[in-house]
T-cell receptor, first 113, second 115 residues
Framework: GNSVTQMEGPVTLSEEAFLTINCTYT??????LFWYVQYPGEGLQLLLK?????DKGSNKGFEATYRKETTSFHLEKGSVQVSDSAVYFC????????????FGKGTLLTVNP | EPEVTQTPSHQVTQMGQEVILRCVPI?????FYWYRQILGQKVEFLVS????????KSEIFDDQFSVERPDGSNFTLKIRSTKLEDSAMYFC?????????????FGDGTRLSIL
């Protein structure tokens, strides 16, 4: 079955630093890939997605590129803000008769002013 | 923007009692899901529901669990006889379809504490 492995946290950065959170996946076929974000006290919000190889998902300054050759979907942001402090989850979805999202463990990001 | 709503936000229940978690999916969505997250662990799939029946369930979703769409708007998860290990955050989600371009949208979750 599918699995997702993401970088263990916590990650602590200063404001305006560069962020990378690594994510790799295993799946049969070519899944769709997602990053979800959970702000303190809130639910899971879709941050960005990519549905096929070489697609780049982007939102709110965050980007991730679907790399089939390395089975990766790393999340990046050039300059983080305090308001980006949250838990970030990488997830895969194979679709078809497989309805479920498979999540990574989540990475806690704390951005200090 | 339409959103998935869940009630209650926090439920405290004695072990062995029944609990019902409630969700109102996004109104034009057709596919409904429950996930759970035990503290410090991954978000895990429990069940998906479409056209008034379960379409997929995980090994976690045993006979103690059931789901229902009692009317046109609510989607519920019932745990018949709760155990300590059922303590977790339970997330409801919905989607308009099954493609990667129709992603699942999540509610804020219900924190279930079993005493």
């Amino acid at each position: 079955g599918n699995s997702v492995t993401q970088m263990e946290g916590p990650v602590t950065l200063s404001e305006e630093a560069f962020l990378t959170i690594n994510c790799t996946y295993t799946a049969t076929g070519y899944p769709s890939l997602f990053w979800y974000v959970q702000y303190p006290g809130e639910g899971l919000q879709l941050l960005l997605k990519a549905t096929k190889a070489d697609d780049k998902g982007s939102n709110k300054g965050f980007e991730a590129t679907y790399r089939k050759e390395t089975t990766s979907f790393h999340l990046e942001k050039g300059s983080v803000q305090v308001s980006d402090s949250a838990v970030y989850f990488c997830a895969s979805y194979s679709g078809g008769s497989n309805y479920k999202l498979t999540f990574g463990k989540g990475t806690l990001l704390t951005v200090n002013p | 923007e339409p959103e998935v709503t869940q009630t209650p936000s926090h439920q405290v229940t004695q072990m062995g009692q029944e609990v019902i978690l409630r969700c109102v999916p996004i109104s034009n969505h057709l596919y409904f899901y429950w996930y759970r997250q035990i503290l410090g662990q991954k978000v895990e799939f429990l069940v998906s529901f479409y056209n008034n029946e379960i379409s997929e369930k995980s090994e976690i979703f045993d006979d103690q669990f059931s789901v229902e769409r009692p009317d046109g708007s609510n989607f519920t998860l019932k745990i018949r006889s709760t155990k300590l290990e059922d303590s977790a955050m339970y997330f409801c989600a919905s989607s308009s379809g099954l493609s990667g371009n129709q992603p699942q949208h999540f509610g804020d979750g219900t924190r279930l504490s079993i005493l």
